[in-house]
């Protein structure tokens, strides 16, 4: 807590302090460095609930004045690095493995040798000198500030992206949903204690937070261009509505509009890293709906990290992210496994139990709802081999299923034959078989009609294919991870030459779908969480 | 002429060729049906009700499943769906549409008599009369059908209406009359009219959700109801929309849900889906002869139930109950897979303030606590459904016999007239 140089005058530290837990009361008033360009600000954009470096609610702005005056920090930033390698420390703690074993692969993410091939990084304490961070004619700086859209429902997902984004030096903001479970907790309380230890910059720099989304209550009354919802009151509005504007101008915030309703908004940024979003017009007086914490966030941030199905991107994509930032989405994606049948029936004993055992953790380690889980089996050969292998196959599946302990509850039970019934139903299907609640097997009529949405924890889709190649007619853009046995990476490597971008960013082997890579959707994330400056 | 006539072994003999031969006229007059027998290899010859294949019912929500022709479909209900959810549609030709009312009205003959009683209800008149009747309105109106001289207990404005109960007990409180309401508005508002119902007969439904919240089960509800208004014939009912016409009805003396004769229940084991054994929760399997137009005889519900007995209470047959409704299934991901993603955890209920949640399927956020401890042959009051939340608290009030509408036009609830 000593050692921070750049006292912000706008806030004191609380009794017993550790210098970083803030009063949240500042008075908004004296807050101006940081406006975004757009007049006063309203004192109820929207509080945040902290829950990293400190506890506690925070008006959005006021975060965001903490943040902007925080000393900055450079690619690879020894500070940082140290602080992740100590949570990855912690995280690998036996005690919270035994806990939460699903935090074991991210402590394993956070050593430093992992963390420095993960961001490209020269080994040693001088990243500005030579390699990614400054090679040539090129500098490579940090983006700036990073508003990272967390996924409600995996919970380790949001340090991969933070821990990469703060590795190359950002300012971030983390929004987790306030419906994360036990293992975001634990992460987040191994951070607060590793803080102790950490420079205080790092608490200057990261916050993660969560907020309510608000529901509009009439959604008609709030149908005005999208851009005065950006629109903040004046002074004088907030003296005469200070009141109101917790109970109402909460409500126009996030998801209170319908597509429908921003129908006038403007041009939404398109998807990627090349893209440049169309400037907020945002000049015209009004009222002025008070925006939340999504629309203010996104308007200061420097890029945008989306993580979360495809109607969370839509709905994040509503709030204008400054002109010169970007848009960096991972929506609903889905996966799927290709086996050569006369490699599983070559295969030994053990070679089965091992594909088998790293197939069940690829599936129902998330439920099968993770988007690199495996959904259809695509099995390659002869009818006959195909029809051998697939039966050979469910039964270990099975077997490694129960080993593991995993079981699947009445409800999920219940989901899965509904799915699978419906399947049968659609005429896609030709036979559905269960192996105890815990293994669906949907027997498809064709490649083709593999379904992508998810049927319930342990439904799998099989077809068969006469060769590899016919996946390229089945592979569509949303297809992200094929998980293969029995192939050579000559024959991967020309399917993934073959499909030509039209769908799979990765191949990897069965039970690797779930290994998180700093590339990841065919994007290089820490590359996308840093800019290069030309210098000749 | 009684519909609660056969013994468990009577029944079976009855009922499993006319389901058999339902079974093969759903297989082949809807094909989506017959896909699913194909694709789950059953086949005939079946022996006994529990052989017979069984459908989610929540296929009704995810297909259209009929099994006679568009044009002779004569109505179409749809069950309120929680939010984001398909409802259920129910396809009916005439002579299903013509035998579901007559049908629950032969049931619950048992318990009014042949002929038509004074009704109370206990529910606002506006109910019936929305623009758009939900499901709340479309029982309260099936049910009218059943008796006469309709009073309706709350006025316009959800308020206690003392004045016309007491003219209607002036009339009628000294014969039978049947009272009529949804288990949670009966609580609330029947007590409080101080006045002397002794002579009423409570038919009520919608289960015990928010009963269960309050800490009410059945035994407190049936226990307060005599104490306080004299009303001592009380009979609960359970049923749905994707059979529409069969209820499962509460004997007098409160120890559970009786079949019709030409229903059953089968509960099965959750994991092995075989049929459990009398006192051993399961999924409850309800099978009907009803559902000619539509392969909805035999449908595996997903609330769960134990069966207390079988031809071993004032009527013949199992009488079971119902313990609560399934938890909706939920995965992790890192996508939108269940609900809404960012829209809180909690489902929105229906409009109304008091009656929604009792016809929302609103899905409970955890499983059931525990089943019931005790038999019930223990205590004649004792609660088979004061554990916790009640499935049917989720279920909307089956709509009894929907104002006929002509073909084609009836899309909420039952039928807009």
Same mark, same amino acid.
């Given at each position: 807590?000593?050692?921070?140089?750049?006292?912000?005058?706008?806030?004191?530290?609380?009794?017993?302090?550790?210098?970083?837990?803030?009063?949240?009361?500042?008075?908004?008033?004296? #807050?101006?460095?940081?406006?975004?360009?757009?007049?006063?600000?309203?004192?109820?954009?929207?509080?945040?609930?902290?829950?990293?470096?400190?506890?506690?609610?925070?008006?959005?702005?006021?975060?965001?004045?903490?943040?902007?005056?925080?000393?900055?920090?450079?690619?690879?930033?020894?500070?940082?690095?140290?602080?992740?390698?100590?949570?990855?420390?912690?995280?690998?703690?036996?005690?919270?493995?035994?806990?939460?074993?699903?935090?074991?692969?991210?402590?394993?993410?956070?050593?430093?040798?992992?963390?420095?091939?993960?961001?490209?990084?020269? #080994?040693?304490?001088?990243?500005?000198?030579?390699?990614?961070?400054?090679?040539?004619?090129?500098?490579?700086?940090?983006?700036?500030?990073?508003?990272?859209?967390?996924?409600?429902?995996?919970?380790?997902?949001?340090?991969?992206?933070?821990?990469?984004?703060?590795?190359?030096?950002?300012?971030?903001?983390?929004?987790?949903?306030?419906?994360?479970?036990?293992?975001?907790?634990?992460?987040?309380?191994?951070?607060?204690?590793?803080?102790?230890?950490?420079?205080?910059?790092?608490?200057?720099?990261?916050?993660?937070?969560?907020?309510?989304?608000?529901?509009?209550?009439?959604?008609?009354?709030?149908?005005?261009?999208?851009?005065?919802?950006?629109?903040?009151?004046?002074?004088?509005?907030?003296?005469?509505?200070?009141?109101?504007?917790?109970?109402?101008?909460?409500?126009?915030?996030?998801?209170?509009?319908?597509?429908?309703?921003?129908?006038?908004?403007?041009?939404?940024?398109?998807?990627?890293?090349?893209?440049?979003?169309?400037?907020?017009?945002?000049?015209?007086?009004?009222?002025?709906?008070?925006?939340?914490?999504?629309?203010?966030?996104?308007?200061?941030?420097?890029?945008?990290?989306?993580?979360?199905?495809?109607?969370?991107?839509?709905?994040?994509?509503?709030?204008?992210?400054?002109?010169?930032?970007?848009?960096?989405?991972?929506?609903?994606?889905?996966?799927?496994?290709?086996?050569?049948?006369?490699?599983?029936?070559?295969?030994?004993?053990?070679? #089965?139990?091992?594909?088998?055992?790293?197939?069940?953790?690829?599936?129902?380690?998330?439920?099968?709802?993770?988007?690199?889980?495996?959904?259809?089996?695509?099995?390659?050969?002869?009818?006959?081999?195909?029809?051998?292998?697939?039966?050979?196959?469910?039964?270990?599946?099975?077997?490694?299923?129960? #080993?593991?302990?995993?079981?699947?509850?009445?409800?999920?039970?219940?989901?899965?034959?509904?799915?699978?019934?419906?399947?049968?139903?659609?005429?896609?299907?030709?036979?559905?078989?269960?192996?105890?609640?815990?293994?669906?097997?949907?027997?498809?009529?064709?490649?083709?009609?593999?379904?992508?949405?998810?049927?319930?924890?342990?439904?799998?889709?099989?077809?068969?294919?006469?060769?590899?190649?016919?996946?390229?007619?089945?592979?569509?853009?949303?297809?992200?991870?094929?998980?293969?046995?029995?192939?050579?990476?000559?024959?991967?490597?020309?399917?993934?030459?073959?499909?030509?971008?039209?769908?799979?960013?990765?191949?990897?082997?069965?039970?690797?779908?779930?290994?998180?890579?700093?590339?990841?959707?065919?994007?290089?994330?820490?590359?996308?969480?840093?800019?290069?400056?030309?210098?000749? | 002429?009684?519909?609660?006539?056969?013994?468990?072994?009577?029944?079976?003999?009855?009922?499993?060729?006319?389901?058999?031969?339902?079974?093969?006229?759903?297989?082949?007059?809807?094909?989506?049906?017959?896909?699913?027998?194909?694709?789950?290899?059953?086949?005939?010859?079946?022996?006994?009700?529990?052989?017979?294949?069984?459908?989610?019912?929540?296929?009704?929500?995810?297909?259209?499943?009929?099994?006679?022709?568009?044009?002779?479909?004569?109505?179409?209900?749809?069950?309120?769906?929680?939010?984001?959810?398909?409802?259920?549609?129910?396809?009916?030709?005439?002579?299903?549409?013509?035998?579901?009312?007559?049908?629950?009205?032969?049931?619950?003959?048992?318990?009014?008599?042949?002929?038509?009683?004074?009704?109370?209800?206990?529910?606002?008149?506006?109910?019936?009369?929305?623009?758009?009747?939900?499901?709340?309105?479309?029982?309260?109106?099936?049910?009218?059908?059943?008796?006469?001289?309709?009073?309706?207990?709350?006025?316009?404005?959800?308020?206690?209406?003392?004045?016309?109960?007491?003219?209607?007990?002036?009339?009628?409180?000294?014969?039978?009359?049947?009272?009529?309401?949804?288990?949670?508005?009966?609580?609330?508002?029947?007590?409080?009219?101080?006045?002397?119902?002794?002579?009423?007969?409570?038919?009520?439904?919608?289960?015990?959700?928010?009963?269960?919240?309050?800490?009410?089960?059945?035994?407190?509800?049936?226990?307060?109801?005599?104490?306080?208004?004299?009303?001592?014939?009380?009979?609960?009912?359970?049923?749905?929309?994707?059979?529409?016409?069969?209820?499962?009805?509460?004997?007098?003396?409160?120890?559970?849900?009786?079949?019709?004769?030409?229903?059953?229940?089968?509960?099965?084991?959750?994991?092995?889906?075989?049929?459990?054994?009398?006192?051993?929760?399961?999924?409850?399997?309800?099978?009907?002869?009803?559902?000619?137009?539509?392969?909805?005889?035999?449908?595996?519900?997903?609330?769960?139930?134990?069966?207390?007995?079988?031809?071993?209470?004032?009527?013949?047959?199992?009488?079971?109950?119902?313990?609560?409704?399934?938890?909706?299934?939920?995965?992790?991901?890192?996508?939108?897979?269940?609900?809404?993603?960012?829209?809180?955890?909690?489902?929105?209920?229906?409009?109304?303030?008091?009656?929604?949640?009792?016809?929302?399927?609103?899905?409970?956020?955890?499983?059931?606590?525990?089943?019931?401890?005790?038999?019930?042959?223990?205590?004649?009051?004792?609660?088979?459904?004061?554990?916790?939340?009640?499935?049917?608290?989720?279920?909307?009030?089956?709509?009894?016999?929907?104002?006929?509408?002509?073909?084609?036009?009836?899309?909420?609830?039952?039928?807009?007239?």
């Amino acid at each position: 807590m000593t050692g921070d140089a750049d006292p912000t005058p706008a806030r004191a530290p609380e009794e017993g302090s550790d210098g970083v837990r803030y009063r949240s009361e500042q008075g908004a008033g004296s #807050r101006s460095r940081f406006d975004g360009g757009a007049g006063a600000r309203s004192l109820s954009e929207g509080a945040v609930d902290v829950r990293f470096p400190f506890e506690g609610a925070v008006g959005v702005w006021e975060l965001l004045d903490d943040m902007a005056a925080a000393p900055r920090l450079v690619v690879g930033d020894e500070r940082m690095r140290a602080f992740l390698e100590d949570v990855g420390r912690r995280l690998r703690a036996p005690e919270v493995a035994r806990r939460h074993p699903e935090l074991a692969s991210l402590g394993f993410f956070l050593r430093r040798s992992e963390l420095e091939r993960a961001a490209g990084l020269p #080994r040693g304490d001088e990243p500005r000198q030579t390699g990614a961070a400054g090679a040539g004619e090129f500098l490579r700086v940090p983006r700036g500030l990073v508003f990272h859209v967390a996924p409600a429902n995996v919970d380790t997902v949001f340090v991969y992206s933070w821990a990469l984004s703060a590795l190359m030096g950002n300012r971030n903001v983390v929004r987790l949903s306030a419906r994360a479970g036990g293992a975001a907790e634990a992460i987040l309380d191994i951070m607060r204690q590793a803080l102790d230890d950490a420079d205080p910059v790092v608490a200057r720099t990261q916050r993660i937070v969560s907020y309510e989304h608000h529901r509009a209550a009439p959604r008609k009354s709030h149908a005005e261009p999208f851009s005065k919802q950006l629109e903040r009151p004046t002074a004088a509005d907030q003296a005469l509505d200070h009141r109101q504007t917790d109970s109402t101008n909460h409500a126009s915030v996030d998801h209170s509009q319908s597509d429908h309703d921003r129908h006038d908004s403007g041009k939404q940024p398109r998807t990627g890293s090349v893209s440049h979003p169309q400037p907020v017009a945002s000049t015209a007086p009004g009222p002025g709906n008070a925006a939340g914490p999504t629309a203010v966030l996104s308007a200061a941030c420097d890029l945008r990290v989306i993580w979360g199905g495809d109607r969370t991107v839509n709905e994040i994509r509503r709030h204008p992210l400054a002109p010169h930032a970007l848009d960096l989405a991972f929506p609903d994606r889905s996966s799927f496994a290709v086996i050569r049948a006369r490699a599983w029936l070559e295969a030994t004993p053990a070679t #089965r139990e091992a594909v088998a055992d790293g197939f069940a953790v690829d599936a129902y380690w998330f439920d099968q709802a993770a988007c690199s889980s495996p959904g259809t089996v695509f099995w390659v050969g002869s009818p006959t081999e195909c029809h051998v292998a697939r039966d050979g196959f469910a039964a270990c599946l099975a077997e490694a299923v129960a #080993r593991r302990g995993w079981t699947v509850d009445t409800a999920m039970a219940v989901e899965k034959r509904v799915a699978a019934y419906g399947l049968a139903a659609d005429g896609v299907a030709d036979a559905v078989e269960f192996r105890g609640n815990v293994l669906a097997q949907v027997i498809l009529t064709t490649p083709g009609v593999a379904p992508r949405r998810w049927l319930g924890t342990g439904t799998f889709a099989h077809a068969r294919l006469s060769s590899l190649d016919e996946l390229a007619d089945v592979v569509r853009r949303k297809d992200q991870t094929l998980t293969h046995f029995g192939f050579a990476r000559e024959e991967l490597a020309g399917l993934a030459r073959a499909l030509g971008g039209r769908g799979l960013d990765r191949i990897v082997p069965i039970g690797k779908a779930l290994g998180f890579h700093r590339v990841w959707d065919g994007v290089d994330l820490p590359a996308e969480f840093s800019r290069l400056v030309t210098i000749q | 002429m009684s519909v609660f006539t056969l013994t468990a072994d009577d029944r079976e003999w009855a009922l499993v060729p006319r389901l058999a031969e339902l079974t093969e006229r759903h297989r082949h007059a809807c094909p989506p049906y017959g896909r699913i027998l194909a694709a789950i290899g059953s086949h005939g010859p079946y022996e006994r009700v529990a052989d017979l294949p069984w459908l989610p019912v929540r296929m009704f929500k995810t297909h259209e499943l009929r099994s006679v022709p568009k044009e002779e479909v004569f109505r179409v209900l749809t069950s309120s769906g929680t939010t984001g959810q398909r409802p259920s549609r129910v396809h009916l030709d005439r002579h299903a549409a013509a035998a579901q009312p007559r049908m629950l009205a032969a049931t619950l003959r048992e318990v009014l008599g042949e002929r038509r009683l004074p009704m109370l209800i206990v529910d606002t008149r506006s109910v019936v009369r929305a623009a758009t009747l939900s499901a709340r309105g479309a029982g309260v109106l099936g049910m009218m059908n059943l008796g006469r001289d309709h009073t309706f207990v709350l006025d316009d404005g959800g308020e206690v209406d003392a004045a016309a109960v007491q003219a209607f007990l002036a009339r009628h409180g000294g014969r039978p009359f049947l009272i009529f309401g949804f288990t949670y508005m009966v609580w609330l508002h029947l007590r409080e009219l101080g006045l002397d119902l002794s002579r009423g007969v409570l038919i009520h439904s919608g289960g015990w959700k928010k009963l269960a919240e309050r800490a009410v089960d059945a035994a407190e509800f049936r226990g307060r109801l005599a104490s306080e208004c004299g009303l001592t014939r009380i009979h609960d009912f359970y049923g749905m929309v994707e059979q529409i016409g069969t209820i499962f009805l509460e004997g007098p003396e409160g120890d559970g849900l009786y079949c019709p004769d030409f229903a059953d229940v089968v509960i099965r084991d959750p994991e092995t889906w075989e049929e459990a054994p009398p006192g051993v929760p399961g999924l409850i399997e309800v099978v009907s002869t009803l559902p000619t137009s539509y392969p909805g005889h035999v449908l595996l519900t997903e609330d769960l139930g134990v069966i207390h007995g079988v031809d071993d209470g004032i009527w013949p047959g199992k009488r079971f109950s119902v313990l609560g409704r399934l938890p909706r299934a939920e995965a992790r991901g890192c996508s939108d897979t269940m609900g809404a993603p960012t829209g809180g955890a909690s489902d929105a209920i229906m409009g109304d303030s008091w009656g929604g949640s009792m016809v929302a399927r609103t899905p409970p956020q955890a499983p059931p606590q525990t089943p019931p401890q005790a038999p019930p042959q223990a205590s004649p009051q004792a609660s088979p459904q004061a554990n916790g939340r009640d499935a049917a608290a989720d279920r909307p009030m089956p709509p009894t016999s929907p104002r006929t509408s002509e073909r084609g036009d009836a899309t909420d609830g039952t039928a807009a007239a």
